[in-house]
Antibody
């Protein structure tokens, strides 16, 4: 049973870079899956941030594209998110999630428990 | 403002049937991209409830069903139970935005 666990940086200063890691257990990050980040601002809905395949192919939300970098570390079986130039609007619960590819039909089938990140000085 | 539109709230009595709608456009649901539904209990991560329009992952009871037509989709819950009280989100892919999109979420209250 694949499980995902986000790291917990907690507090990030405005204009800084938010860095999160998602550890994959019970399976390999080199399996035929995409690995994604989704966030949820307090009291709000879900927002897809981006995703990566183990080969390094990436896709980002156009609204965040200039600030987002997602990477994979196969040796540690984990993937990471870096979000630069953060503001209070980036305060949210950040989830990592797995996508099992199905042409035009792929869904987020496994989620991490989520980690709260607050942007504040 | 979310790309997919859901009613903010729905309610129903125990045992009743409710439907949650999800309205998209010709570049997402209308383009044939699958609609997926997630349930989120308070303080927990979303959980996949329905995938690819009308398929249930293992362990999801058949009280939950999905359907879609044109640019809209819907989630039906029959035999409503108190533990169904949660937030429900639809999700698809939008070809014009080139990304995965969510509905704004619907809060289900069991009366």
């Amino acid at each position: 049973q694949v499980q995902l666990q986000e790291s917990s940086p907690g507090l990030v200063k405005p204009s800084g870079t938010l860095s999160l890691t998602c550890a994959v257990s019970g399976g390999s990050i080199t399996s035929n899956n995409w690995w994604s980040w989704v966030r949820q601002s307090p009291g709000k809905g879900l927002e897809w941030i981006g995703e990566i395949y183990h080969s390094g192919v990436r896709s980002y939300n156009p609204s965040l594209n200039s600030r987002v970098t997602i990477s994979v570390d196969k040796s540690k079986n984990q993937f990471s998110l870096a979000l630069s130039s953060v503001t209070a609007a980036d305060t949210a619960v950040y989830y990592c999630a797995r996508i099992t590819p199905q042409p035009r039909q792929d869904a987020f089938d496994i989620w991490g428990q989520g980690t709260m990140v607050t942007v504040s000085s | 403002q979310s790309v997919l539109t859901q009613p903010p709230s729905v309610s129903g009595a125990p045992g009743q049937r409710i439907i949650i709608s999800c309205t998209g456009s010709s570049s997402d649901i209308g383009a044939g991209y699958g609609v997926h539904w997630y349930r989120q209990l308070p303080g927990t991560a979303p959980k996949l409830l329905i995938y690819a329009n009308n398929n249930r992952p293992s362990g999801v009871p058949d009280r939950f069903s999905g359907s879609n037509s044109g640019t809209s989709a819907s989630l039906a819950i029959t035999g409503l139970q108190a533990e169904d009280e949660a937030d429900y989100y639809c999700q698809s892919y939008d070809s014009s935005l080139r990304g995965r999109v969510f509905g704004g979420g619907t809060k289900l209250t069991v009366l």
